[in-house]
């Protein structure tokens, strides 16, 4: 904790990395000395050209990416994505497969099913309340695409392999894992994330989509809902959202030169996520929800043996300075969200206050 | 001028009021002593719901809305209005008349007709290079509405009054006179503005809609580009903006305790348009493109003897701490964009290097 800052453990929108707040803070009222706020800057100045051009290189560069990828940034968020995806992706005729991993994937095949496509749900962890992450799974060849969720914040799972799809390309809504991890980006066709949890604030979401995907299927749709009307004109067709995209940048920039690349982010999340998981499992007064190979690195959802004892702990922990342990609405018990800019520091003061809550409580 | 800033005058994204940046600044990395960044708070927090509400009431304070309307903020911009607007209001059988005051208008009709919805162009000021704003329109009694650009940056014109349609609800795109002066709402039944001008940083469009009209078109749409999905969970259907929206409940409180509110806003934003209009008209040098009972209190357009002298203008005027000059790429000339936060002083200095480049160069 610095000052009165506290460990931030939200779902997201989610703790930033400090050093990326403070020089937000610094240079607010003049950005790069043009006597502007980069929230008062135009999004057709050159200030604004190196921002969004120095973002989507350090995409490319994180993420290995050649040049059969755009990097774009679009408004609405995931939910967006729900339905752009089929609207853009799928012709009349064309099918699509997805993969239920829970409440997200849920969504995901709803709004493609209300855009009237045609949608095979070839695997579900729903039998088992979406605890794992299904394997083995049969795909349909004609399918245009299959769309899975990378990981789950609700239920605590994570892809931790991409399935063998055999070619068709993956479309994956990676809201909460994105740049935590090197990516097989062979086998992607479109990746997309919401701001709020790895990446920066609300109101920006980030679509990594192959150039041949762009025009695949309806070519007739409202401007600001085809990929290409951002593909071509560098996501500022019209007024882009310049303060998330400028946070953005500062995040991948804290990645690439402050914490050493995507590999090193890797190791330092195992490293974080390893902590917290040994003192669960240490523990017989705390037990995790995900089965344990399909435990999430970025979500660590455990129940109490109570329901009382879990908003005990929840608002215990707040009197201590670890706030957003509270459980989704939708599913209750606790959840610890460590994304990217989760400290070490973090994993440790919450294992701290877990052991000493469950010497008190036991 | 406060420390290094300059006097901006860009067209959007555009100066904020100071007092408002310094605010941001001051509590960025610990929102309202949570201990965390406006950033990093979850939007199920009663933290945000305290912002996302107040600045709800403060829309419905300043326009004198009653009861029969939502204020709603939803992502994309006004360029995805375009689309949502017929997309909602329109059932397969229904018509609306659309104004054409230029390039906006333009593309808010090209959007429609491309939904497949019947559109009637009811007035155009094309014949004259949009310079004006068409007067004694005949409206089509059987219309759903009536839509019309309240000001155009680009071409420099604005509604003074509003036309008298017997009836038929008005939807303006008020996105660069929005919060500039008091409106008649009886005459409104939807108003949208993409923050970046007169609100906010990009990336957040408001829209203050009458409820009846939420669910008057069709119903088979997607799930976020339905007006009731944002109406019936206070725009958190998902993550909203945050931050933009934070912005924009400072500048409305701005409006109101600062500025002394919306009367008082319009009567600063008339003796700022006068001090630079005067000074035009007293000049042979700089000539406005609007016609004078149309021009805008936002955005002054105006040319110069040249186009070089143009170029030299916007770059010694550059030079002299007075940003944002150029004319949009598509018209050229100058234009001096005056929004809310605009000050007076910032008219003084503009109007003095004005005369003083006038001198050197007749």
Same mark, same amino acid.
């Given at each position: +904790? ?20 403070? %020089? ?25 050209? %190196?921002?969004? =051009?120095? !973002? ?21 968020? !995931?939910?967006?994505?729900? #339905? ?11 099918? !699509?497969?997805?993969? =239920? ?6 969504? #995901?095949? #709803? ?16 039998? *088992? ?6 394997? &083995? ?13 990378? =990981? ?33 980006? /062979? ?20 679509? @990594? ?9 309806? /070519? ?9 009307? $951002? ?5 500022? $067709? ?7 995209? $400028? ?8 990645? /690439? ?6 590999? *090193?982010?890797?190791?330092? &999340?195992? *490293? ?6 040994? #003192? @669960? ?16 690195? +970025? &979500? ?9 004892? %879990? ?26 969200? @460590?994304?990217?800019?989760?400290? +070490? ?6 294992? /701290? ?5 469950? *010497?008190?409580?036991?």
């Amino acid at each position: +904790m610095t000052d009165q800052r506290i460990y931030n453990f939200n779902a997201g929108p989610a703790a930033l990395p400090l050093s990326v707040l403070e %020089e937000i803070q610094a240079s607010f009222l003049n950005f790069k000395n043009s006597g502007m706020s980069i929230t008062e800057i135009s999004h057709r100045s050159s200030y604004f050209d %190196e921002v969004i =051009n120095d !973002a989507v290189e350090r995409v490319k560069r994180l993420l290995k990416l050649d040049d059969r990828f755009h990097v774009l940034f679009v408004q609405g968020g !995931a939910s967006l994505q729900f #339905a752009m995806i089929p609207m853009n992706l799928l012709a009349p005729d064309d099918a !699509a497969d997805y993969i =239920n991993t829970g409440t997200w994937s849920t969504k #995901a095949i #709803a709004e493609a099913q209300k855009m009237g496509k045609s949608v095979h749900v070839v695997a579900s962890s729903e039998d *088992k309340n979406f605890s794992y992450i299904p394997q &083995n799974i049969a795909f349909n060849p004609s399918s245009k695409f299959v769309h899975l969720t990378s =990981n789950n914040t609700i239920k605590g799972t994570q892809f931790y392999e991409f399935p063998d799809t055999k070619g068709i390309p993956i479309v994956a809504d990676m809201s909460s894992d994105i740049f935590s991890r090197p990516l097989p980006m /062979e086998k992607f066709g479109l990746i997309y994330a919401g701001a709020q949890k790895n990446l920066g604030p609300s109101g920006t979401c980030m679509v @990594i989509i192959r150039k041949d995907l762009v025009d695949s299927g309806n /070519e007739n749709l409202p401007t600001m809902l085809k990929y290409s009307t $951002y593909s071509t004109k560098n996501s500022m $067709y019209n007024t882009p959202p310049c303060f998330g995209i $400028y946070t953005i940048d500062l995040v991948l920039k804290w990645i /690439e030169e402050e914490m050493g690349g995507i590999e *090193k982010m890797e190791e330092h &999340n195992i *490293k974080k996520a390893d902590v917290l998981y040994d #003192a @669960i499992d240490a523990s017989s007064f705390y037990t995790t929800t995900a089965e344990k190979y399909s435990r999430s690195l +970025m &979500n660590v959802t455990f129940r109490l043996p109570s329901e009382d004892l %879990e908003r005990d702990f929840v608002e215990r922990a707040n009197q201590h300075g670890l706030g957003g342990l509270k459980g989704h609405r939708s599913v209750g018990g606790c959840r610890a969200s @460590i994304y990217n800019a989760a400290s +070490m520091e973090s994993m440790y003061a919450l294992v /701290e206050f877990m052991e000493s809550f469950e *010497k008190e409580n036991k």
